[in-house]
């Protein structure tokens, strides 16, 4: 361990702890992890639980390979827990807890260290796995281990690396060469003496300072000779050092071992003598041997692999390719003969065989199979495997289209789906391949896109008869219209389709137009018990169908919309859409989506930290919205609503400043998120620049909010924005869409305003049980019937709308809870254990103060007006919003409370 004893400090530090912890460690092939990681574990206790598995290499490996290797041959393991991680019939959830509950059965409350060797290797299920211990608690210490070289965005170590570090402390640990005196000191180490300065110097230039590669040159020197290197040359490469640990074996014991390295980093036992032919007894014989030497290690029950990968890469590199044809093509007869089910491994040594026809067979069976269980990345690599010798199957083209869509990675989505559109034979190949690029266009946000793929659709149409062809094709239309926000035509096109459905038996684009209609009519308020009506039903018919991608964007437009009534059924919508989108691989509804919609149950249940907490932990998981093309960050805008919402401006701040940097906000989102700010932090020259931003922002915005109407007004009045100032807001907030509760809140809100307390009591009161609010804004609603009812003297009924407000705001914070306990203040309801309220000066805002001031040297509207160079209107808002902030009724308590201090 020369040049690593800090880093093996630092794990051993780790595993003693007792703690939950987790480590990466990283380096190039040979720098040592593995080596560490053995010296690491030959240091704990013997009650620690020691799991290691190592990712398959060059291959596209089987889900949980790591889980599986580390398990492999121990006889404790649960067959039902074992069973359930390898049943491709259950849902991906079903497996990940499968996986921990194996672990759980395995570990229980004793230490442990879990090694993942190679994640860069590994498969998409493995890396799942691997975060997820990483959540766990207990004495267990988490080691991964990778090359940064071999990261890049195809594979899904890249995503599980960025969480990581964003979720955890991490311990990383870097391995870099040795030095020029390191490498002496291993040479001194190795061979029991100092080691002369020209050999040290020689070695270490030959090798770079790599430990692996500086071993295995020190095994070519005979009984360690290092002076003998001053003498003689350095062999060529590593490589010729590595292919002399097997060139005295007999004849047969080379062909068993340059067979090994064309089977994999797995070997079992039975398949390797079927290849080679060999017996038994021989086998055995052969195997010890090459155990003896260094080159194989016994890596389970009936199972070897090479001791190092470059050791498998260096034998490999001196066989005759006829050799290795040979070899792939007796393992893939051996394969096909015993009924293999990995189509993975089929396909790999069909490609070596050289037998293109069962490779294509084995990528398009494979590439279907591994998207009916959500692998999208295992099915991507298939599907281009066999692209890669029939460029213009459509088949092929159509799975990577989905696979990559599915993964994310919507370029390659975008380059294959315009290839299969393009090749597409069959109307309906061509109508599926439109509808699927409308999405993806969508999601890249390239409208322009979007456009010339709605206009190529509507001439297919008129090209094709009616049939399957032409209602995919109609479909296709439905989503782009309902996606552009045009519901109109969204609407007729589905009516359409869902015809010819019927007409000609057409399940599968019955269900796709269903979806279509429902997630319009959920967009309408009039009509959205009529979408949830039809979403809720088709989810059924999808889900037995095995269109897990349809199941779960309907069960996302149930999340998202009108919420159901029971908190219950919402979080089971909610789970069901996570298990559906999980199926399918379907990585921004099982990530962004799901915790999205976390979020929005936790408001349901008026509890604001909760759902901060969950927006948090789903941005820090969601590594997509970083990537190049995706559209904006729609975590960070629901998160920087919530901190708005509990005065934690800063850190609102924040995460509108990381949004601004990003491509493709929609317009009105960035001025909308500033103005809100900027009114929350009383800087009226700054709210009224980003009002004029939003506006003109909005009019290009076909869609309105009902819960932005709400929030911008209400910090509007907190600043005391000028009356034609909120008229303007509310006219471009204020459409036809919005729901008619929402609309009749902020016009009480604007009616308390103008003080008119009559019309705005009977309009608070009008909506204070309306099931479409969360608790906070019912609480607001009750807070403002409260205020109302002060003012008309009616304070027993004000004290009863102050408590049903109470229980409400009772999880929440901000300023919704500030405005609550100024009418409790009023009212003489302040529990004696409260911090006191925010009232008195401190309350107004910087211009409201100057109000103040004036209005104690006895200034009328007018005259306020005159002097501040505003309306009379305006002057009275700004009177009416210090009266109320303050807790009094008359300009001569003003007076009293703000004086000229």
């Known amino acids: 361990m020369i040049g690593r004893e800090s880093e093996l400090r630092r794990l051993t530090q780790l595993a003693s702890a007792r703690e939950p912890a987790v480590a990466l460690i990283a380096g190039e092939p040979g720098i040592g992890k593995t080596r560490l990681v053995h010296e690491l574990l030959a240091t704990v206790p013997a009650e620690t639980v020691v799991l290691v598995g190592q990712a398959e290499p060059g291959s596209l490996a089987r889900p949980y390979e790591v889980l599986l290797d580390a398990i492999d041959g121990r006889p404790e393991v649960d067959d039902e827990h074992l069973a359930a991680l390898a049943d491709a019939g259950r849902s991906p959830v079903e497996r990940l807890h499968a996986g921990l509950a194996l672990l759980a059965d395995l570990i229980g409350d004793a230490p442990a260290v879990i090694v993942f060797e190679d994640l860069h290797w590994a498969d998409s299920e493995s890396a799942a796995l691997f975060e997820r211990i990483a959540d766990q608690r207990g004495p267990r210490l988490l080691i991964g281990t990778y090359r940064p070289d071999e990261v890049s965005r195809r594979r899904p170590v890249a995503g599980l690396l960025a969480r990581m570090e964003r979720r955890h402390a991490v311990s990383h640990v870097l391995l870099d060469r040795l030095t020029p005196a390191q490498t002496a000191a291993l040479l001194a180490a190795a061979t029991g003496s100092p080691a002369p300065l020209r050999a040290a110097t020689a070695l270490h230039h030959r090798t770079g300072g790599n430990p692996f590669f500086l071993e295995e040159l020190l095994r070519a020197l005979p009984g360690y000779d290092v002076e003998a290197l001053v003498e003689q040359p350095l062999p060529w490469s590593l490589a010729d050092v590595l292919r002399r640990q097997v060139d005295d074996l007999d004849p047969e014991s080379h062909r068993i071992v340059e067979a090994a390295t064309v089977l994999g980093h797995r070997i079992p036992f039975d398949l390797l003598a079927d290849v080679t032919g060999t017996g038994e007894d021989a086998l055995i014989a052969v195997l010890r041997d090459l155990v003896t030497r260094g080159v194989l290690v016994e890596s389970g029950e009936d199972e070897f692999a090479f001791r190092h990968a470059l050791v498998r890469e260096a034998i490999a590199d001196q066989m005759l390719g006829r050799q290795r044809r040979r070899l792939h093509e007796a393992a893939l007869d051996v394969l096909l003969r015993g009924g293999a089910s990995d189509p993975a491994m089929v396909a790999h040594h069909a490609r070596g065989a050289g037998r293109y026809p069962d490779m294509i067979a084995a990528a398009r069976g494979g590439a279907a199979l591994y998207l009916s269980i959500g692998s999208a990345y295992q099915a991507l690599q298939l599907a281009e495997m066999g692209l890669d010798e029939v460029p213009d199957d459509t088949g092929l083209l159509a799975a990577a289209a989905r696979a990559a869509w599915l993964a994310g990675l919507l370029d390659d989505a975008l380059r294959y789906g315009r290839r299969w559109r393009d090749l597409a034979d069959l109307a309906t190949d061509r109508a599926e391949s439109l509808y699927l690029l409308v999405r993806i266009a969508w999601e890249s946000r390239e409208t322009d896109e979007m456009r010339a793929l709605t206009q190529h659709i509507e001439t297919l149409i008129a090209q094709l008869p009616p049939g399957e062809g032409q209602a995919r094709a109609m479909t296709a239309i439905a989503q782009s219209a309902y996606l552009r926000d045009d519901l109109d035509a969204a609407l007729l096109w589905c009516d359409r389709a869902l015809a010819l459905a019927d007409e000609f038996d057409l399940p599968a684009v019955r269900l796709a137009a269903l ?141 509108v400043t990381d949004l601004a940097a990003l491509p493709n906000n929609p317009p009105s989102t960035i001025p909308g998120l500033a103005f809100h700010l900027a009114c929350r932090r009383a800087d009226l020259p700054r709210a009224e620049a980003a009002l004029d931003e939003f506006v003109i922002a909005l009019s290009g915005q076909p869609w309105r909010s009902s819960e932005q109407a709400h929030d911008l007004i209400s910090a509007a009045l907190e600043i005391g924005l000028p009356p034609h100032r909120l008229d303007q807001m509310a006219a471009v907030l204020l459409d036809a869409d919005v729901w008619d509760a929402y609309r009749t809140l902020v016009e009480a809100q604007l009616a308390e305003a103008r003080g008119e307390h009559a019309a705005a009591l009977a309009g608070y009161l009008a909506v204070a049980d309306a099931h479409i609010f969360g608790p906070a804004t019912r609480g607001t609603v009750h807070v403002g019937a409260a205020r109302c009812l002060l003012a008309a003297g009616r304070s027993g009924e004000a004290a009863a709308q102050t408590a049903a407000a109470v229980a409400l705001l009772d999880g929440w914070r901000g300023w919704r809870v500030t405005q609550l306990a100024q009418i409790r203040t009023r009212l003489g309801m302040a529990p004696a254990d409260a911090p006191p309220a925010v009232t008195g000066p401190a309350a107004l805002t910087p211009r409201e103060r100057e109000v103040a001031v004036l209005i104690s040297d006895g200034l009328t509207n007018t005259e306020l007006a005159r002097r501040l160079y505003i309306s009379p209107k305006t002057a009275a808002v700004h009177v009416s919003n210090i009266l109320r902030k303050l807790g009094v009724s008359s300009r001569t308590e003003v007076g009293n409370l703000v004086g000229r201090s």
């Open 515 to 655: 979806l279509e209609k429902g997630s319009t009519l959920s967009e309408r308020p009039q009509r959205a018990a009529e979408g949830r009506e039809l979403l809720s039903g088709l989810v059924d018919d999808a889900e037995k169908a095995g269109e897990w991608v349809l199941a779960a964007r309907a069960l996302h437009c149930l999340v998202q919309g009108e919420p159901p009534a029971s908190p219950a059924e919402h979080a089971e919508i909610l789970e069901r859409m996570r298990v559906d989108a999980e199926r399918a691989g379907f990585e921004s509804l099982a990530v962004a989506t799901y915790f999205q919609g976390r979020a929005r149950l936790a408001v349901r249940a008026g509890d604001l930290d909760a759902a901060i907490a969950a927006l948090e932990e789903g941005r820090e998981q969601d590594s997509g919205y970083r990537r190049v093309g995706r559209w904006a960050d729609y975590h960070g805008v629901f998160l920087a609503g919530l901190y708005l919402e509990a005065g934690e401006l800063d850190r609102a701040g924040r995460v």
